[in-house]
């Protein structure tokens, strides 16, 4: 197998490096490079490049593409169980499987992920608190280990390593293959109740009031808002609407094509200024009102994917995502100080969102268990940014507080140890299926999951 030489990063352009990178389109070449490798080989997978930092980028080794490994195999419709490689995205199971009135159980913010990554990373979306993370929905893995051979793992086979590589960032070996669980839809549209808030305790009592009734609920945040404001939004709660409920015009199941836009290079200045992002925050606030819309899934779920490489606006610098959990006992008391510390700070973050979370998924390093994590993206400088981080961290940490590793840039190891209690039965896990620590990326080296 060729690999090619290539800069990469996350998609946060936070770190970016020379990096190796080999495309895989079937399991005999991956299996070949396995077995034929010298014990200091390394190796990490990459689907589409949507983990925010450098989970996806090699520790002095080589990245393997997995985009290649893009076939359906089965789908039963009876039960909605599909069985695909690694590489089939969440947007090529929409496009298949939306028409027939089949979608995705659960989603992250958007659609360009493979379910590789999806299980390497457990992603989550805007239904946690009520069905909890991706992994729920797998029913099996085929995982490539580090000696060559290929295991399927699920909740009855081979538990341990089911659970290890469930948010396990790659790290327990290669995913070529699995079976998951669609949820049945009646159409493409949601029944969504938007209501204004004027500060984050009237934002946590919203969530408190709504949550059990919606399958969706999400609050955008202004994050330029401070003193009596601190913390206001627009809170988002909505169901999947039936058929008597979406006007009789066209197909129900048919998915919005988004106005379209490219960013077509990178500017070499920010565009998402404290300014512009205070402009904007102040006309989305605006020009919500408190009411109940039918919206399509498109717009509800993927409302970035309509400005393709989105990314770019934050100039050549990037961003880091910083994603924080807190515990339903302390979103109260830490949402506010984190809130707090990144309005002093000035640092404009476009994107603000809060989320309820429901119970972990069993994944040895599950990301979220009852309560609400807030993500918000921060324009990268590194003589600041990483300060800013360390103080951020400290507060989580003060609430039992967590990072999510697919938005990460740069935890310590020392942060990671203290957020992840079950991190040492990981590394066991690790151990008996990577003795010789073949699958790491430069996030695992950074946190200590890796040598």
Not at 98 to 123: M, Q
Not at 149 to 159: K, M
Not at 260 to 285: E, Q, R
């Amino acid at each position: 197998m060729i690999a090619r030489q290539q800069r990469l990063s996350g998609w946060g352009g936070v770190p970016v490096e020379s990096c190796r990178v080999a495309r895989i389109a079937s399991r005999g070449p991956v299996v070949e490079m396995i077995t034929t490798a010298t014990p200091a080989d390394r190796l990490i997978g990459r689907g589409l490049g949507r983990a925010y930092g450098d989970s996806a980028l090699p520790a002095d080794g080589v990245v393997a593409d997995c985009t290649g490994l893009d076939r359906f195999i089965a789908f039963d419709s009876a039960s909605g169980l599909v069985t695909c490689e690694a590489g089939v995205s969440f947007a090529d199971i929409i496009a298949v499987f939306l028409p027939r009135g089949w979608f995705v159980p659960t989603t992250p913010g958007t659609k360009f992920v493979t379910v590789g990554g999806a299980i390497a990373a457990d992603v989550h979306g805007k239904n946690h608190h009520r069905v909890g993370s991706f992994g729920n929905f797998v029913e099996w893995i085929d995982l490539l280990i580090a000696d060559g051979s290929i295991v399927r793992c699920s909740r009855h086979a081979e538990p341990e390593l089911f659970f290890a590589t469930l948010g396990g960032m790659g790290l327990t070996g290669l995913v070529l293959a699995a079976a998951f669980r669609l949820v049945k839809v009646e159409t493409a549209s949601l029944r969504v109740r938007y209501r204004k808030t004027p500060d984050l305790a009237a934002t946590l009592a919203a969530f408190d009031a709504g949550d059990a009734g919606c399958q969706h609920s999400v609050a955008w945040i202004d994050s330029l808002a401070g003193g009596a404001a601190l913390g206001r939004s627009v809170v988002m709660q909505g169901n999947p609407a039936t058929l008597a409920e979406v006007p009789s015009r066209g197909d129900p199941l048919r998915l919005a094509v988004p106005w379209s836009k490219a960013i077509p290079f990178t500017p070499p200045l920010s565009l998402l200024s404290p300014l512009a992002v205070k402009a904007f925050n102040a006309a989305f606030y605006g020009l919500h009102a408190d009411n109940e819309k039918i919206v399509n899934i498109e717009s509800f779920f993927y409302p970035l994917d309509a400005v393709r490489h989105w990314n770019r606006l934050y100039g050549p610098r990037g961003f880091v995502q910083y994603q924080a959990f807190f515990p339903r006992a302390e979103s109260a008391a830490g949402l506010p100080r984190l809130l707090e510390a990144v309005v002093q700070s000035g640092a404009a973050s476009f994107l603000a969102v809060l989320k309820s979370c429901g119970a972990a998924d069993g994944g040895l390093l599950s990301y979220l268990e009852p309560g609400h994590t807030l993500a918000l993206d921060i324009p990268y400088h590194p003589r600041s940014v990483p300060d800013l981080c360390r103080r951020l961290d400290r507060i989580l940490l003060d609430h039992g507080g967590r990072l999510y590793l697919a938005k990460d840039s740069l935890m310590s190891a020392a942060t990671f140890r203290a957020m992840y209690p079950r991190m040492d039965e990981f590394l066991a896990v690790k151990r008996r299926v990577d003795p010789e620590g073949r699958f790491v990326s430069a996030q695992a080296r950074r946190v200590g999951l890796a040598s």
